[in-house]
C-alpha cells in the first residue's frame, strides 16, 4: 500500500491496545532486584518542617531506602523555568500533598506501608488560599506580561455603553488514565537509563543529571507511549522519574515509582484556575471599542510553566475578535497550593472563554442574538486583523467556516424553536450558542520551536523511525510514519515506529502546544528526504533518467518506464556504499516575541474551528443534558483525518467536562478534597451529546508551508466546548426571565441552578422593579 | 490447613498458589503473578473501569451468566468456582475477538490505557446482549472513563461489534467451561489461611453465623461485593485478621416473594435484586441503573450497601422511604428492625458483635401510593449524589393520607423529614398546597457544604424535588431532561 499521507490510517498501536499488549512502564518485564518506591507526603498547607522521622518506615521489613531532601547528591532543585522547585519538600512544605520523603522496598504494599510511617513536625504558617487573596497580598510568582494598543480606558470612557464584571473559571484535573510512572535503572560508570511516562524526556534527562550531580550524557531516558499526556507530563513527570532515579543512585538497583491515583491528583499540577475582571465600551451594535482584562491565573505554589500558560491566555484574550484599543494584562498568582501547570490550551481556553463570555454579556445588554455581537467584532480578513500583540492575521477563513456552520446546523430555525420551546415550558429550558475558534499555533516561547529526527534505511528496504516526539495517544507516530512512508513511497508496513529516546535524539522540545506533528514530522520529512536524495542518485544510472526524475511510489523507485523496488535498492546503495541513515532538524521560520515591549509573530499560523451546542436544563434542580453539537474544525490539509477528527472529538468533550462538570474543591484549609474518580468527574459515555455531528473542514491547505500543508490539532478543538458553557447561560436567562445572569465555570448543576435563583431574586429587588 | 482456591482461566483450571495473601485483588495477581498486563489499574477503586474484567458463572438456566466487573477491588479468593476472562485471552493468536476488532475499526483507542477496560465492558455486553441499543450501551459502559476520545467511536464500537452475528470461540468453549466449573464444588467452608491472615468463605448461614461467632470482634471483615472494602486495602494499606466472604452463602443470594413484600438476602447483588424493584418500584429502578456502574451493581451489594453504614448510600432513602426492614442474624438467633434505626451516626450501625444482615425486605406498592426517587449529582452517570430525595406519598382523592420522605447528602445519615411529612399529610398534593411542607425541610435538614454540594444548593433542591413530585404527580407528566428511551 502507498500514498498514505492524508488517509484515515489507524493508529499503529490499536490492535495493540485492545488485545492489551500495548506495554506502558508499569506493563514491562521487571528487571532482577527491582525495587518500588513510595512517597510520604505533606499534611500541611504551608509549614516550617522542624523535624522528619524516618525510624519506624525504615524499620518496616523489606524497606532498603529511605531518602529526604538531604540525600540528593546535586542540585535538588527540579524548577523548568524558574525555582526554587526541590525534588522534596526542603525545610518548608508549600502546599497539601507535596512530597516530604521517599522510600524503596521490596515490594509496593511494603513501601506505602513504609511511607505511612514517617512522621514530621511542622509548625504552621500563614498561606495565601485563593487567586483573589494573591492579588490582594500581590503574591505573584513572576512579573506580568501586559499588551498594549491605544488608549483603552480613553475608548471605553468615551464609548456609547459600558460593561464591567468578573468572572471565575475553574482548573482542570488531566486524569490521564496512566498516572505518573518512571523505572530507573542503573548502569555502568553512574549512568541511569529511565522509562518515564513523559512528554518531555529531554527535560527528565536534564533535571536527573542535576539531581545526579552528573551529566546529561550519562542519564538516558525513554518513553514508547503515554496512557495519555495532556499536558500532565510534559513538566510534572520529572519529580517521580528524578526520585526513582535518586533511589536508584542510593540502592544501586533498579527502581519504579508509580503514584496511586489519589496521590497523583494531590501531587501534580492542574489547569490554571483563572480569575478574569474585564471593562468594555462598545456602540450601539456592539462594535467594541475598547477594552481592558486583567487575567489572573492561579499558578500555585512555584513557578512551573504559569509564565508562559498566563501569556497564552493574555494572547488568547482576543479570541476572534478585533480589539481596536485595548489592554490585556495576565497575573501569576502565588497560592499554597499544588503547582498549576500545561494542560490542553494551555491558558488559551481561559482567555478566550473571559472574552467569549464578554460579548455574550454586550449582547445580552443590547438584547440582540449572542451571534450577531461575535460577527460584528470578528476579525477581518483584509483589514481590523492585527491582534493586540501586533501579529497581522493573514489565514483568517473564521467568517466562511461560521456561514459554513450556520447552515448546516440550522442555526436560525432552531434559535427561533427555542425560544418557542421556552416561552411555553415552565421548568424545562433550552440553549443554544456558537462560539468560533482562532488558535495560534508555535510554542510562544520561540526557541522550543525546533525538533530532530533519525531515520534508518536498512538493506532489506526496512526503516526505523526515530524523532523527539512522544506518542500520548495523540497519533503522533502513525503521522509521522506516514509522512515518512509517503517521501520514501513505501508502505507503512516497512516502517517500524521506536520509542522517543534521549540517545537517539537530544536536546528536543516537550511535546505540546498542538506542534508535535508540525516539528517532528518536519525533521522526519528533512531526515526522509535527505535519504531519498542518495537513493535517487543510485537509483538514476539503473532507471536511466536524471536523479531529479526518480520518482518513490507503490514501493518502488520509477523512471524512463522502469521500476526497481524500494528493497533492492537500498541493498544497491549500501554495496555502493551510500549513506543510508539521516538525522533531519526542523526549526519553524518566521517566529519571533518581545516580551518586554509585548509586539511580535509569535505564532506561525492559526488553526480556526466553529460549534454550535444545544442543551436542555431542568430548572428545579439545575441538571442539564446536551442535546445537540455541530462542529467544523480546521486542520488544513489534514495528515490523518480518523487521528484528527479523534482529537477534534475528544478535545470537545474534555472542554465540555472542564466547563461543566469537573470541579477541583478545596476545603478552607488549602486541601484538595476531589482527588479521585469518586469525586472527581471526568465526562461518561452519557455526557457526550445525543445528536453529535463533528466535520473536518475540507479543501482548505494550510497556507504556511506545514508539513503536506497539514494544521495542528491536539489543542484548538478544545475550546469549542466554550459552546456548550453559553448554551447553559442562554437556558439560564430563559429560566431567569432576564439576562442578568452571572454563570461562573465549572458550570455544574449546582451553578445553574443557583444563577438561576440569584438572577430572579435579583429581578425582583426594589431597585430592579424601579428601573423597569 | 489452606485450601486450594480454584478457578477457570483460558479453558484450564488455575489453583490459586497457597502463599496469595487474603488481601490481594484479582489485578494484582493477574499482573504480578500471572504477569497478564493488558488490565490495567487507573485508579484502583473501581470508578474508573480500566482493569474491568469478566467473571462467568453457571446462571439459573444453566448457561454462564458474564458479568462485568472491576478485578482492582475483587479479591482474588472471590473467584473460586468461577470463571475469569481478560482482556489477555480474547485474541485468538492474531485473530483479534468481534469486539476488538470493532473498536479498532470505529477508532476507538487513543493512548490505549483505558481500551483494555472497554474492551472487557464490552466483552461483557456482547455475552448478555443480542444486539446493541444506544441507552443500555451507555449504561454498560458507565463506569469506564476514557479522557482521549469523547466516547463516540467507542460506542460505534458497540454497534459494530455485532455485526457479524453473537457467536465467538467462547460460545464454542461454553460447554467445556461450565463442566470445568461443575468439577469445583467444595465439601466444606473455603477456609484459605496465610500468615498475613485467612479468608472464609461460609457455605450457608449457619456455617457464616458460626464463623462470625468465632471470630474477635474487631479483627474481620465481612465481604459481600468488595466494592467498598476492596478499598479499606487498595487506599488505606490495611489488613484485617480474617474476611469472611458471604458471596457463596447459598441463603443469602435469595429473593423471596411473600405476597405483600418481598425479601432480599443480603448477599445479592444490584443486578440481581434490579428487575424485582423494577417491577415493584420503577422509580427506584430508574435510580438504581444510575448507582455507581455496571461493575459496582454486579459486584455490590444492597446488604453490603446498608452493613458498610455510609451516609451516602444511595438506596437507602428509598429503602427507608418504602419503610424497608432488616433482618438481622447472629449464632443466637434473629431479630427484625426497620431499616431506619439501623444507623446510628456515621459509619455506625445497630450490628451487635457476631451479627450480620440476613435480608432486607420491601413493601410492596399500594394501589394509591405514588413513589418518586431523584437523585442528583455533577454527573449524570457513576457519581454519588449530591442530595437523593425519596418521597413516597399514600394519597386518597388527592389528599395525602401518609407521607415518608427520605434524604440522603442532608445529614450524617440518611434520614426521615418527620415535619415536611407531618406538614404534608391532611394536605391535597398539589403545587399550591404544598409550601409549608417544602418550607419545613429547612427545620428539618441542616444539610453542610463540601466537594459534592454547598449547604444552600442542597436545601434549595431538596426542595425543589419535593415540588418537582408533587407537580409530576399532580400532572401525570414528568419533568426530566433524561433522554427518552
Redesign the interface.
Known sequence: MTAVIHK?V??D????????????I??L?EPEGLLHAALHLSDRTHARILKVDVSAAQAVPGVVAVITVADVPGNPDIAPVKGPEPVLADGIVEFHGQPVVAIAAIDL?TA??AA?LVKVEYEDLPAVLSIAEAIEKQSFLLPPLGLKRGDAAAAIAKAPHRLQGELNLGGQD??????QVSLAEPREDGDVIVRCSTQHPTEVQKLIARVLGTAMNSVTVECR??????GGKETQAAQFACLAALLARRTGRPVKLRL???EDMMITGKRHDFLSRYSVGFDDDGRILGYEAVLAGRGGWTADLTGAVVDRAVFHADSSYWLPDVTLTGLCCKTNTVSNTAFRGFGGPQGMATTEYVIDEIARYLKRDPLEIRRANLYGQTTNNVTPYFQTIRDNILPELLDELLASSDYARRRQEIDAYNAQSL??KKGLALTPVKFGISFTTTFLNQAGALVLVYEDGTVQLNHGGTE????LYIKVAQVVAEVFGIGLDQIRITATRTDKVPNTSATAASAGADLNGKAAETAALDIRGRLAEVAAPILGVPADQVVFANGTAQGGGKSIPFADLAHKAWMGRVQLSASGFYATPDINFDRASGKGTPFYYFAYGVAATEV???C??????FTRADLLHDCGSSLNP??D??QV??????GLGWLT?E?L?W?DKGRL??H????Y????????P?D?R?KLVSGRANPANTVFRSKAVGEPPFMLAISAWLALKDAVIAAAGTSKVHLDAPA???RV??AI?AARRQARTPESMAAK | MSEPVRFVSRGEVVTVESDIPHTMTVLEYLRLRLRRTGSKEGCAEGDCGACTVVVAEAGPDGKLRHRAVNSCILFVHQLDGKALFTVDDLADGDTLHPVQQAMVDSHGSQCGFCTPGFVMALFGYFKTHESADSNSLKDALAGNLCRCTGYRPILDAGQKMFEHGRDDRFAAQEAAVLAQLKSLPRSRMLRHSTPQGDFLSPRNIDELAETLATLPAGESWILAGGTDVGLWVTKQQRTPRSIVYVGRVAELQRITDHGDSIEIGAGVTYTDAFSSIEALHPAFARMMRRLGSLQVRNSGTIGGNIGNGSPIGDSMPALIALGATLKLRSKAGSRVMPLEDFFLAYRKTALAPGEFIESVTVQKPKANSRFGVYKLSKRFDQDISAVLAALHVVLENGVVQTARIAYGGMAGTPARARQTEAALTGRRFIPDEIEPAIAALAADYTPMSDMRASASYRLLAAQNLLRKFCVEVSSGEKISVEAAE
Do not use: C
Not at chain 1, 13 to 24: E, L, M, Q
Not at chain 1, 225 to 230: A, E, I, K, L, V
Not at chain 1, 649 to 654: A, D, V
Not at chain 1, 676 to 679: E, F, I, N, Q, R
Open positions: 484515515p489507524k493508529h498501536s490499536a490492535h495493540k491496545h485492545v488485545a492489551g499488549t500495548a506495554r506502558y508499569d506493563d518485564p504494599n506505602r506501608r505511612r488531566h486524569f490521564y488514565l496512566e498516572g507511549r503515554m496512557g495519555g499526556g495532556f496511586d491515583r489519589d421548568y424545562v500520548m495517544g495523540q497519533g436542555l436544563v431542568d428545579l434542580t439545575g441538571e442539564y443534558r480518523a487521528i477528527l479523534g472529538e475528544g478535545g470537545y468533550i474534555q462538570m470541579e474543591w476545603d478534597r476531589t479521585a474518580p469518586s469525586t468527574n471526568i465526562p461518561t459515555a452519557r455526557d457526550l445525543e453529535f463533528v455544574t448543576p449546582e441552578l443557583l435563583e
